[in-house]
């Protein structure tokens, strides 16, 4: 799975760029602690085996989620998240369920040891893997798309080991199997790579510059000018 930090930072830069209006500390809160939920499988991992990247990484959890958010905040006549923080509300939540996909669980597809998007029903991991390149005899390559060609679908997304026979290590939980070893050797990762240092250092950036804008923006007392 990508470093919890990493994940963090993919939510902090989606609440800079969706939160728009809603856009504030807690807003920002919010959000980023949605895209850390999926991380918390690795604690449901001591006590059930394959947990970590399958329990709260499975499709379930954002059709639920977005179910729920969609029928509340359109089709209901009334809607209780409307009623209760208004328009802003509304915005915060999707947000946060667009951080739950895609920073949450997207980093293990696209960027990890893979997702078990169908667990319990299945016993398998998937990943997405792919490159976008140019070369002078070839042209542009990519790999991440396949329309109309034969293979696994239109993304390239693979089945590896199963998410129960081959578990995925934790710093909370480092074989990734059930039971706590308070004598384990743990590791707890922040960046794994210059890229994911990029990112975070982006996010850090990002929001300083989002909440000095909006400060100024509103004299420092909330008060637009």
Known sequence: MAPTLVSAAVGALLAAALLGFAFDRRAVAVVVAAALVPSLDAVASLAVPGATNALLHAVWLPLLAGGLLYWDATLRPESTLRERWGHRGVRVAWVALASLVVAGIGSALFAGEGAALL?????AR???????????????VQTFLALGAEGPGILPITSVDGAVADPVASWLNPDGRPGLDPGADREVRFVDGG???????????????????????????????
């Open 119 to 123: 667990y319990p029903l299945e016993d």
């Open 195 to 225: 890229w994911q240092l990029v990112v975070v250092a982006a996010a850090a950036a990002t929001l300083a510059v989002r909440f000095r804008r909006d400060g100024d923006a509103t004299g420092g007392n909330g008060v637009t000018r």
């Open 126 to 140: 998937y990943v997405v893997r792919g490159r976008l390149s140019y070369s002078t005899r070839e042209g542009i």
